[in-house]
Nanobody, 121 residues
Framework: QVQLVESGGGLVQPGGSLRLSCAASGSIFRIYVMGWYRQAPGKQRELVATITSGGMTNYADSVKGRFTISRDNAKNTGYLQMNSLKPEDTAVYYC???????????????WGQGTQVTVSS
């Protein structure tokens, strides 16, 4: 019953900004970790950033200082603010959450549908 819906992708020029959102719906007891991953054509999916329920963050070296991950616990929503975008950031971006649903079989891993981010002049 838990679903993740992403939004905010699109086409942007180098140096521009985008803000991605990921909203979780359904019966949720706790969201332990929220994260963003990306996959470029011909490459494996890679981790971009994560944030724990306590607010601790982790970033890939390639985006550190340019991207900011955050979460709104009251809305069960995660965000990725992307600034100073480069062509190398072009990829499909996927939201991920580790969630304990209600009723609970234990923590479960959920993925969003993906949203395309294209950085080009």
């Amino acid at each position: 019953q838990v679903q993740l819906v992403e939004s905010g992708g699109g086409l942007v020029q180098p140096g521009g900004s985008l803000r991605l959102s990921c909203a979780a719906s359904g019966s949720i007891f706790r969201i332990y970790v929220m994260g963003w991953y990306r996959q470029a054509p011909g490459k494996q999916r890679e981790l971009v950033a994560t944030i724990t329920s306590g607010g601790m963050t982790n970033y890939a070296d390639s985006v550190k200082g340019r991207f900011t991950i955050s979460r709104d616990n009251a809305k069960n929503t995660g965000y990725l603010q992307m600034n100073s975008l480069k062509p190398e950031d072009t990829a499909v971006y996927y939201c991920n959450m580790v969630v304990t649903p209600i009723p609970s079989p234990g923590p479960q891993n959920y993925w969003g549908q993906g949203t395309q981010v294209t950085v080009s002049s």
